[in-house]
């Protein structure tokens, strides 16, 4: 079980920017990967960036240049800047944590945090 807990967020106007924190109540070191994802009324959940605990990371054409995610392993937080904001950035974003167990099968198990609320005015 992993417990995230949000933090940061809230409203900017376009071109503004915004840090989000993700703790996480257990080692992130033991977390395979860590992400962010959004949800925007009407569109499908989308992934914006994560973070594996090798450091790798990963971001989709939409933000790329844009966001930044970042760890602190001694902290157990997961760090999501988000520079030069559009208004398309608008939604609710959510701190993953996905554990990956080989026993004899490959399960994948995902904790989520409690949202946050992005809003970007044109």
């Not at 977390?31 to 009407?42: D, E, K, L, Q």
């Not at 605990?53 to 157990?76: A, E, H, L």
């Not at 559009?86 to 949202?115: F, H, S």
Request: proline share 2%; net charge positive; glycine share 12%.
């Amino acid at each position: 079980q992993v417990q995230l807990v949000e933090s940061g967020g809230g409203w900017v106007q376009d071109g503004g920017s915004l840090r989000f924190s993700c703790a996480a109540s257990r080692s992130i070191l033991s977390i395979n990967v860590m992400g962010w994802y959004r949800h925007a009324p009407g569109k499908q959940r989308e992934l914006v960036a994560s973070i594996t605990g090798g450091g790798s990371t990963y971001y989709p054409d939409s933000v790329k240049g844009r966001f930044s995610i970042s760890r602190n392993n001694s902290k157990n937080t997961v760090y999501l800047q988000m520079d030069s904001l559009k208004p398309e950035d608008t939604a609710v974003y959510y701190c993953n944590a996905r554990i990956v167990v080989m026993t004899g099968t490959l399960r994948t198990y995902d904790y989520w945090g409690q949202g946050t609320q992005v809003t970007v005015s044109s």
